[in-house]
């Protein structure tokens, strides 16, 4: 508990602490603490009132799963059964080049692999090196 709250909440050094101010500095604090529980308790009733609220719809809502023949169990074998997200078909190569026998082929996506950069580089297009009807 840090020094404040230990001598606001204990009577003696509470007492000890304000014995310098004056009686309308005292009334002054009191005001200000009054407000500060009015407040307080204003925003507990609010979210006392916001859970009545919540908790009657929950009610209602049980209510009419179980008007309709189901339970809580069967709501969560529903959530537990997730189609599994669908993997992409791998993308056809757009380029393709021979190199010592070994055909190569690229997608055009990702990091351009080092045979096609050297011949990029030596002055060839990538359109060269095109797979025929790939464009």
């Excluded at 690229?106 to 950069?117: A, C, L």
Aim: glycine share 6%; proline share 4%; no cysteine.
């Amino acid at each position: 508990m840090s020094d404040f709250l230990d001598i606001l909440t204990h009577g003696r050094r509470f007492k000890a602490a304000v014995k310098e101010l004056s009686i309308e500095e005292l009334h002054d604090l009191a005001t200000k603490l009054n407000k500060i529980i009015t407040e307080r308790e204003e925003d507990a009733k609010a979210e006392e009132a916001a859970n009545a609220e919540r908790n009657a719809r929950i009610a209602e809502i049980l209510a009419q799963i179980e008007n309709s023949g189901l339970s809580i169990e069967d709501l969560g074998e529903v959530s537990a059964v997730k189609a599994a997200p669908k993997k992409r078909a791998p993308r056809p190569p757009k380029y393709q080049i021979t190199v010592d026998g070994e055909l190569i082929q690229w997608t055009g996506q990702g990091r351009m692999p080092t045979v096609f950069k050297k011949e990029v580089d030596a002055g060839k297009s990538l359109n060269d090196f095109l797979i025929p009807g790939m464009e």
